[in-house]
T-cell receptor, first 113, second 111 residues
Framework: DSGVTQTPKHLITATGQRVTLRCSPR?????VYWYQQSLDQGLQFLIQ???????AKGNILERFSAQQFPDLHSELNLSSLELGDSALYFC????????????FGPGTRLTVL | TQLLEQSPQFLSIQEGENLTVYCNSS?????LQWYRQEPGEGPVLLVT?????EVKKLKRLTFQFGDARKDSSLHITAAQPGDTGLYLC???????????FGKGTRLHILP
């Protein structure tokens, strides 16, 4: 158990819909990262928050957005869903700093029908 | 754009054999991490290497960071079925904290 929790574990929805994925980091970790993992693309970095502020952006679509709240939990919002958005979405947390060692949650499997 | 290339993509070997997987880049990293991921679960951090030329051992796993901090290798001695999984390397940027993952080596150890 990494100490990072993600809900829900599975999510099935239809094209055009909007969903919210939730992540609680390890106690004491200020940084939260979101990743998308599909079979053909590997683990793709989406976005990082540090203590409530956006720190870095990766390959995140404009239809996706995220935020980190004062209690440090984070939400990833996916809207106007397409079939190609079906993937595993992971959240990771770290203390931050140069080593940047990350601890991953169990993931949310999103299926868009 | 920094890229991490992992090779081989897939490896299937018999229990008891030795193997090495590689992680290469043209970019310099301040540190490099190896993770192992099992199906349906999140990646789990195995090790972080920081110094060029550094070697770290974790039981039967030996990790090496290249002298120039651009590449790394993972050597497994006497592989066991429990070593099966996806091995990911990740580099932390030399100028910032950005982390980049390779696409992984999918390892299958046959009993």
């Amino acid at each position: 158990d990494s100490g990072v929790t993600q809900t829900p574990k599975h999510l099935i929805t239809a094209t055009g819909q909007r969903v919210t994925l939730r992540c609680s980091p390890r106690s004491g970790d200020l940084s939260v990262y979101w990743y998308q993992q599909s079979l053909d693309q590997g683990l793709q970095f989406l976005i990082q928050y540090y203590n409530g502020e956006e720190r870095a952006k990766g390959n995140i679509l404009e239809r996706f957005s995220a935020q980190q709240f004062p209690d440090l939990h984070s939400e990833l919002n996916l809207s106007s869903l397409e079939l190609g958005d079906s993937a595993l979405y992971f959240c990771a947390s770290s203390v931050a700093g140069r080593l940047n060692e990350q601890f991953f949650g169990p993931g949310t499997r999103l299926t868009v029908l | 754009t920094q890229l991490l290339e992992q090779s081989p993509q897939f490896l299937s070997i018999q229990e008891g054999e030795n193997l090495t997987v590689y992680c290469n880049s043209s970019s310099v990293f301040s540190s490099l991490q190896w993770y192992r991921q099992e199906p349906g679960e999140g990646p789990v951090l195995l090790v972080t290497v920081v110094t060029g030329g550094e070697v770290k051992k974790l039981k039967r796993l030996t990790f090496q960071f290249g002298d120039a901090r651009k590449d790394s290798s993972l050597h497994i001695t006497a592989a066991q079925p429990g070593d099966t999984g996806l091995y990911l390397c990740a580099g932390v940027g030399n100028r910032d904290d950005k982390i980049i993952f390779g696409k992984g080596t999918r390892l299958h150890i046959l009993p």
